[in-house]
């Protein structure tokens, strides 16, 4: 009997002592989380397409359905219309201009015929200046056209322009309808379905990174010495069969302003009234989940 009470009470000197060992390793500890972020429609109408289920790996740039954009498809062929029927309105110059070009090389042959005439005293001063005069009027009347010309076109250019820029914001607006996923993660909520009706700014789904999660931890004042960033510590995680797991992370963002402790945290120091949140940046294979709880130690 004796024996017995001695085993059963080394037993549990034992256990007691392993239990302040376990407390004292860690020296703060908090709940995992990731960087979250909501995907919203570019896009008002239709979702035509959206194949995606929570709990899909996406890839950054992955195509993911479209909003329904017909109408802003054929939009954009009615004003390319209006733009070839104003462009079309447009004078050919060159063609305009051919007449008046070649009557004024036959007054400028005539003028030099002319000019060698009159050298040789076989026409008059007057035939030289009538030529003259003649050649003249045909290059401001060839001048006069073409910036009549010139100025038709550019009004032509002004009305479309206007029209041109309705087609770039339709492209723009198509380009929108279009579900591209922004970054890469793991869907963690979906908010709509394929044929509902979706709206510019409306979320779409959820999406986080897990690859790397972030524990977020609280310690005291007296702690911030113990740590910086880029610093190495090691995690401590429940491994469901009374023992515990551990992993190594990374310091990455400490608080530089000190805030009331968390309800639900509990720092190394209970007696700290105000406590400095620090992130620590874990690797994850699948095990870590987001508002899991962990401890951590500053080895």
């Excluded at 995992?32 to 740039?61: C, M, N, P, R, Y």
């Excluded at 986080?208 to 113990?226: E, K, W």
């Amino acid at each position: 009997m004796k024996s017995i009470n001695k085993i059963t009470l080394g037993l549990l000197f034992s256990i007691s002592l392993w239990g302040c060992k376990e407390s004292e390793t860690y020296d703060a500890s908090g709940s995992f989380e990731a960087e979250e972020t909501i995907i919203s429609s570019q896009a008002g109408g239709v979702l035509k397409e959206f194949g995606i289920e929570e709990g899909d790996q996406l890839d950054q740039g992955q195509w993911i359905g479209y909003v329904d954009s017909v109408q802003l498809y054929l939009k954009k062929l009615q004003l390319k219309s209006q733009v070839v029927a104003l462009n079309g309105r447009k004078p050919n110059i060159s063609l305009q201009l051919a007449a008046l070009q070649e009557e004024l090389k036959a007054a400028e042959k005539d003028e030099e015929r002319i000019t060698g005439l009159v050298k040789a005293q076989a026409a008059t001063a007057k035939q030289l200046d009538d030529i003259k005069a003649r050649v003249e009027v045909i290059r401001a009347q060839i001048d006069a056209q073409k910036s009549n010309l010139n100025i038709t076109t550019t009004g032509i250019s002004n009305d479309a322009s206007p029209l041109e820029i309705q087609i770039a914001q339709i492209e723009d607006l198509l380009e929108k309808s279009k579900i591209i996923n922004p970054v890469q993660g793991t869907v963690l909520v979906k908010y709509a379905e394929e044929n509902e009706m979706t709206a510019v700014g409306k979320p779409l789904y959820k999406i986080a990174n897990l690859q790397s999660i972030i524990l977020r931890v609280y310690i005291s004042g007296d702690q911030l010495s113990q740590v910086k960033i880029g610093q190495e510590v090691t995690i401590h995680t429940d491994n469901g069969e009374g023992g515990f797991d551990q992993a190594k992370g990374k310091v990455t963002w400490i608080n530089d302003k000190a805030e009331f402790t968390p309800k639900t945290i509990q720092t190394k120091e209970e007696r700290a009234n105000m406590v400095y949140a620090m992130k620590i940046e874990v690797p994850n294979d699948g095990k870590y989940k987001i508002g899991m709880y962990g401890e951590v130690s500053f080895d």
